[in-house]
């Protein structure tokens, strides 16, 4: 789960990791509270969205007076704004962080993550922060440097040394980046944070550091813990249909295809997928109705599915384990029935009470056809879909 800007930046002032001062607004109405709590006469504008790059995009401005900040928070306030990372889809801008200015000498790169091949947090930073933080990895990675934290022992004061090093800090910075890296380490442990990310971190003037952008991840499986984070969620900045899924406990992510794929499972999802790219399709979404699926929630994802208006067919592939295929079937043809559906579908149920399923299916007279092997069924769903052009 994804926070704003400001709210990981509430998170950062909790945990004494430095940030200019700044007020979320959300109307109009608000930005002249704004622009005084700060106390300078020069502002920076950020629009709060979950993507990055919002610089690039128009979404971050610098203002020299109230009259431009009113104008830029009236052209920001309720649009959509799409940056290089929202992969072509604008996300809705329902509020703007009014910040002071500070004067920047320096900028650089620290972010926390779980290196899933360590299983250890991991800090990546970089003296090459800033908007092309991504073609300096890709272009001069020995800029980029590495510190694994060993969960034994945590963060080692000779590890922010290190980096401090490697930054070429002095001073006051040297001693402060300490500071903000076991700050984030704690924040990481006690807020379940799965990507912890300051671009730019920079060092003013006068040798201080500040998270002048923040951007913090929280692991979804831990939110039962987190339940004043859980409260934070925007479901605006999530696709519609992923937020319904996640409502319903489903595992969906839209793709670009038409062939919509229900699968019990990840790895037989991802399975399935291929196996349609290799009968020459494209699948529209991944779907995994999990171990545990019920009647309604089969339901609930086929309408996911039809909410595509890209999908030309269906394929369905259970094997029933812990999940019973006649639960599937009658899931089948209760969304069936409720959608109305005329799109052809192809079932293909292998496992517990698969019998029972095909024999339901059969019994239903609905137009579905039913296919004994993986194969066949991704061939079938490939051809149908072509036929219903």
Known sequence: MNLHEYQAKSLFRAYRIPVP?????????????????????????????????????????????????????????????????????ALPVKALLVEETLAIEEELYLSLLIDRASRR?????????????????????????RVTVNPAVGLMPYQCREVGFALNLTGQAFKQLGQIMQAAYRLALDKDVSLLEINPLIKTADNALVALDAKVSLDPNALYRQKELAEMRDPSQEDEREARAADHQLNYIALDGNIGCMVNGAGLAMATMDLIQLHGGEPANFLDVGGGATADRVAEAFKLILSSDQVESILVNIFGGIVRCDLIADGIIQAVKEVGLTLPVVVRLEGTNAAQGRARLAESELQIVTAETLSEAAEQAVKLAGEAR
């Open 121 to 145: 947090h991991t800090f990546i930073v970089s003296a090459a922060g800033g908007m092309d933080i991504e073609a300096v990895a890709a272009e001069t990675p020995e800029r980029i440097h």
């Open 21 to 89: 001062t700044g007020q979320v607004i959300r109307h109009q109405s608000e930005l002249a509270d704004a622009l005084n709590a700060t106390g300078t006469d020069q502002w920076v504008i950020k629009a709060q969205i979950h993507a990055g790059a919002r610089g690039k995009a128009g979404g971050v401005k610098l203002v020299k007076s109230a009259s431009e900040a009113e104008t830029l928070a009236r052209a920001l306030l309720g649009t959509e704004l799409a940056t290089p990372q929202t992969a072509g889809k």
